[in-house]
């Protein structure tokens, strides 16, 4: 069996004094490796789902089990070295004064030998394209470039799970691909990705399963196909599928276009094999007609088929 | 409704922030008619919350630099008169919306405003429940601000700067933490505004396939500079400008490319899901195949 990375069984945050309830009896389960996207309206409870599994919130109820270790039994620094979190806002989390001491923060808080901190520093700065900025005040920095840097600081860590809170925010479409492209390799590289997104398009395109999250329950879990084939559902928690396949579904059933289309090159490809074929079609009727106007010796068939 | 009237006119306008090298807006000449729902696109950095803060005097007033040319909104010049005089012609939602929220409680955040007009209390609190009452957060008024969800406190910005009755309301990338839904309905209710209450709208955001719905004119900056004008479907038809500045087009005006690109038109070039439907039902109607 799968090795699980992540498991929350019967989960309840209550937020206090309010007593807002963020999350409502969660159960799920994460296996290593997943890419999984959580999906839901602001308010929805990702946030503190994502909190809750990286320790900085403890369960009011129920539990949650970090590779095997419940986050009601250790700290978040003992959990660091498993899972990390990238907050919504990047600027939330920088605070050292260059580059390279941010990202060393962690390591030395884990007592590492000097050496080994250097190490890890220098391997991260190298994968995230980080050397023109060592010596520069994080805060200074671009979005995307701070943004960078706080997933480098995450990675010094080395966990095994990251997890992403909506980040793209101040971000542009460029940004947002960058940055997904920096979770998927990570994936690909074996690392558990949880990401919680408003960009459809983003998870149509990333994302390997979707939690639909509504009002602290989970509402839908399953392919990104599966669930955004139920826009009604959908809409309960103020999602609307990526345009594209709000257009596949627009289209009338008549014209046959399979409803889950969840990218351009997905919805065009089947647009133009469908006029190729209809157009194909045209063609062995008119060649028939031509083999009919031969046999038959008749002119006026033979004028229409060619 | 857009009128003939002018009511933003920018000429010959050139800023540089204090001890910066290069300029954040260059040689900016451009209108904005009362009534009109105006979209800014542009990739990061390229002056759109530059742009957004010459509009209600932030920028010079605030922030110092140097500004060449003139900016004058409602008859007014930005370089000759206060922000707060300013402030009751325009109102701005800024990007982060932590960055504008200061009170501790939701009612008096919307309410500072007004209140900083010096109105009646009657008149305060009807404008304070007007403007919650609009972003949907009515039941919210005791709660703290800081206590809200990071949509929440995007709606909260925006009621701040409504009960504040603008002509002109500037919204900085206003939706970028917001659902899908929630999204469309800030639109949706900005949209209400420009019609029901002919207030101008101006608006940075990168939701292309929103500004493509409800925008009358789109504007994209590129690199401090304003280098395409136009109305959405103008915009978005020209699909290699949009590929070097980094803007997203529309997901269906991305498959009108697609199609094209492999010699398959549509009847018209479309930027909404309506449109593109109408073209593909064509298709397969007639079987339209441009030459190409």
Known sequence: ?306 | MVTKEPYISISNMSYRYPDAKHYALEELNLTIYKGEFVVILGEHLAGKSTFCQILNGAIPNFKGGEMKGSVIVGGLNTQEVSVAELAQKVGIVLQDPEAQLFTTKVISEVAFGPENLCLDVDEILERVRWALQVVGLASFEERSPTSLSGGQKQRLAIAAALAMRPEVLVLDEATSQLDPVGTMEVFALVQELNKKYNVTIIMATHKSEEAAQFADRILILHQYRLIAEGVPQEVFQNTKLLQQVNIRSPQVSQLATYLEERSLCLSEFPVTIEQVRRGIEQLFRRGENCEL
């Open chain 1, 1 to 306: 069996m799968r090795t699980l990375a992540i498991k929350a069984e019967t989960l309840t945050y209550v937020y206090q004094p309010y007593g807002v309830v963020a999350l409502d009896e969660v159960s799920f389960e994460v296996g290593e490796g997943e890419f999984v996207a959580i999906i839901g309206q602001n308010g929805a409870g990702k946030t503190t789902l994502l909190k809750n599994i990286v320790g900085l919130l403890k369960p009011t109820r129920g539990k949650v089990l970090v590779e095997d270790l419940d986050t009601n039994q250790f700290t978040v620094a003992e959990l660091s070295m498993r899972v990390g979190l990238v907050l919504q806002n990047p600027d939330q989390q920088l605070f050292a004064q260059t580059v390279e001491d941010e990202i060393a923060f962690g390591p030395r808080n884990l007592k590492l030998p000097d050496s080994e901190v250097a190490s890890r520093v220098e391997k991260v700065i190298a994968k995230l394209n980080l050397e023109c900025f060592r010596r520069e005040f994080p805060l200074g920095l671009a979005i995307g470039d701070r943004l960078k840097v706080v997933i480098a600081s995450v990675l010094a860590m080395r966990p095994h799970i990251i997890l992403l809170d909506e980040p793209t925010m101040g971000q542009d479409y460029q940004g947002h691909h960058q940055t997904m492209d920096i979770a998927r390799q990570l994936h690909q590289e074996g690392h558990t990705i949880v990401i919680a997104t408003h960009h459809m398009d983003l998870v149509a395109e990333y994302a390997q399963r979707v939690i639909v999250l509504c009002q602290g329950k989970i509402l839908l879990d399953d392919t990104p196909a599966a669930v955004f084939s139920q826009p009604e559902v959908l809409r309960r928690t103020h999602i609307a599928p990526p345009q594209i396949t709000q257009l596949a579904q627009s289209l009338p059933p008549s014209l046959g276009f399979s409803r889950d289309a969840l990218t351009v090159v997905e919805l065009g490809e089947a647009v133009l094999d469908k006029v190729n074929r209809r157009e194909s079609i045209t063609k062995k009727q008119k060649l028939t007609l031509v083999e009919k106007a031969r046999d038959s010796g008749r002119y006026d068939l033979f004028q229409e088929g060619r």
